[in-house]
Each structure stands twice: as C-alpha cells, then as structure tokens.
Nanobody, 127 residues
Framework: DVQLQASGGGLVQAGGSLRLSCVAS????????IAWFRQVLGKEREGVSC????????YYADSVKGRFTVSNDYSKDTAYLQMNSLKPEDTAVYSC????????????????????WGQGTQVTVSS
C-alpha cells in the first residue's frame, strides 16, 4: 500500500518559518506526483503546492506564493514544504498526497487526481 507521512508542524509566531516533510513508502516516488494540501476545520481543503514529476513545474496557491517553497528529494522519497514569513491565516492541518502518473499531460496542480493521503500535521501561527 502507498503510505505517506507528513511531519514538521508546530506552533510558530507570525513571521516565523517551518519545514514540513512528507516521507513516502511502498511506492516508487518518481511514478507519482506529490502535493501539499491544507485544511481548516469547517472549510474546504486547499491545494497549496506541488511539483509536476513530468516536467518539474512548480505550483503554488496565490496565498503562499513568494513565501513557500516546495521540493522533492527522490533519493530519499521525501517531499518538503519550506514555509517562511508565516501568517496566522496559514494555520491549518497540512497533509501530503500522491497521484499516480498516467500520462505526459499529467500536472500536479490537477488536485482531483490525488488518491493516496497521509496523516496531516498541525501548523499553528500565532499573531
């Protein structure tokens, strides 16, 4: 079974930084797109960031552009989300998810593709 485990969340003051990690197991990392999502209780889940395996294109939600950086370490089957200049509105449960690659047109920003989800990690930003 595809397994994903997100970690690295915590409590940080506004303006601070956190780095989230998503470790993948039981599947070939390069055969999937890995994306980061976040969800606030009572609100819809939001696709935050990802890298398209096909061509390396990075996607960022408008709300995090210029502050968050996504990266994948294929040697470690690990995805990272570096979050800088955090704001209270970034407070959410952050999760990573995997979408199997099925063709050259697949892009990681198509968030309906994601089939496998890891447990989330709580990020709380205090003002």
């Amino acid at each position: 079974d595809v397994q994903l485990q997100a970690s690295g969340g915590g409590l940080v003051q506004a303006g601070g930084s956190l780095r989230l990690s998503c470790v993948a197991s039981e599947f070939i990392f390069r055969d999937y797109d890995i994306a980061w999502f976040r969800q606030v209780l009572g609100k819809e889940r939001e696709g935050v960031s990802c890298i398209s395996t096909n061509d390396g294109t990075e996607y960022y939600a408008d709300s995090v552009k210029g502050r968050f950086t996504v990266s994948n370490d294929y040697s470690k089957d690990t995805a990272y989300l570096q979050m800088n200049s955090l704001k209270p509105e970034d407070t959410a449960v952050y999760s990573c998810a995997a979408a199997p690659m099925r063709g050259p047109a697949d892009r990681c920003g198509d968030f309906d593709r994601y089939e496998y989800w890891g447990q989330g990690t709580q990020v709380t930003v205090s003002s």
